[in-house]
């Protein structure tokens, strides 16, 4: 990656805005949805910026940039048309060390700003790198229309049970299978149609039920050629419930990308043609965890008498047909 994708804290920033024209009342407009401790330093403002500045209270230095006006600031952006006015401005945040914007000059910039789909408390935030601005911008439209607008319900409601819900479910793979049961269920549908108490009055029932302690599993994944693009949605779905994941060399890296995040990864140095970690995964899986199996191609796995005699779940796939 090129780029480190990163949320600021809200309520720590404190940014300077230079500039007074449309570009710098747009992003002063996108900082007013997360803080409004925001300075603009510009000799003369816009109607818009104005407009900005004494609505919300900021702060307005009424001159053009200085040298030495940086150091109370933790993030800036450079939004005037003038090219040798910005490169000193990111010569300066740069040896201060503060992170910089130069609207249009990526060069100039220590990070850039991504295209926002807001749900709030609900964040998707993407990137091309600077490199297909247009491909990003259909991107987001695909996400747009099916992302439902009553997301940010959804994570509300989450945020307010969720002490609950990990008091009463034990295991991180059961809670992870229970709010994904409930959110996709009656209980999300009632919360996107407005139906909160409802809603919650399903969660409280569903929580006095018999939940039981998670059953190991084990996953063998035959991924054929590896390409990602042939993942089915069975595989990608087991994938993303893995709490650790067994492949060698000959497995795509990319297909890595699809493990849930936080699931251990265990690359093994002796091909699964060879040798299977059988001994491994069960210890793993005889725990409680779900483990996932990468096997590059298709071959017959091999017989394992441990795992035949053990009461772990065992199941393969073919992703890529």
Sequence with gaps: MNYFPIFLTANKINAM?????DVAARKIELLLKTTTNITIMAKQVNPSVERLINTYKLDWLSHNYQQGSLEAFNLVIAAT???????????EAEQLKILINVVDQPEL???ITPAIIDRSPILIAMSSSGSAPILLRMLREQIEKTLPDGYGKLA???LKFRDHVKARVKGLRNRRTFWETTLRGAIGNAILQGNSQQAEQQLIVSLNEEILPPQGEITFIHTL?????KLTLAAHREMQFADAVFYDDKVNKN??????RDADKFPQSVPSTMLINFQHALELAESGQK????LAEHHALPHNSALALSSIVAKELISGV
């Design 17 to 21: 805005v230079i500039g007074g024209g």
């Design 81 to 91: 048309d003038d090219t040798s006015v910005n490169l000193a401005i990111s010569q």
């Design 109 to 111: 910039c220590s990070y």
């Design 156 to 158: 509300d409601f989450s």
């Design 225 to 229: 050629d590896g390409d990602p693009d």
């Design 255 to 260: 297909l890595i990308e699809y493990i849930r």
């Design 291 to 294: 483990i996932i199996y990468l």
